[in-house]
Nanobody, 122 residues
């Protein structure tokens, strides 16, 4: 079992930055694909970014160039650096771990955190 706890969310003005962290426990995540997803009110959960065990990354088009996903396996932690935030980035952000399969497919993720709220004021 992998337990995931997100942190770093909060209120930020449009154009600002935040760094989200996802701390894992219970098992090392070095062999897992790690993903960040988000869900805004009334909308479906969507992938934001993912990073494989080898460090390959993928991003949703709307965040490409603004967000960066990274991992520190020694700390069993994954990060999401968010820059140039827009009001439409506001959502609950979730961290997830996948044992296999495409990193862009939500159902491939086995373990989920409870999320952290990101609010962006215009």
């Amino acid at each position: 079992q992998v337990q995931l706890v997100e942190s770093g969310g909060g209120l930020v003005q449009a154009g600002g930055s935040l760094r989200l962290s996802c701390a894992a426990s219970g098992r090392t995540i070095s062999s897992y694909t790690m993903g960040w997803f988000r869900q805004a009110p009334g909308k479906e959960q969507e992938i934001v970014a993912a990073i494989t065990w080898s460090g390959s990354t993928t991003y949703q088009d709307s965040v490409e160039g603004r967000f960066t996903i990274s991992r520190n396996n020694a700390r069993n932690t994954v990060y999401l650096d968010m820059n140039s935030l827009k009001p439409e980035d506001a959502a609950v952000y979730f961290c997830a771990a996948s044992g296999n399969g495409s990193p862009r497919i939500l159902s491939n993720y086995d373990y989920w955190g409870r999320g952290t709220q990101v609010t962006v004021s215009s």
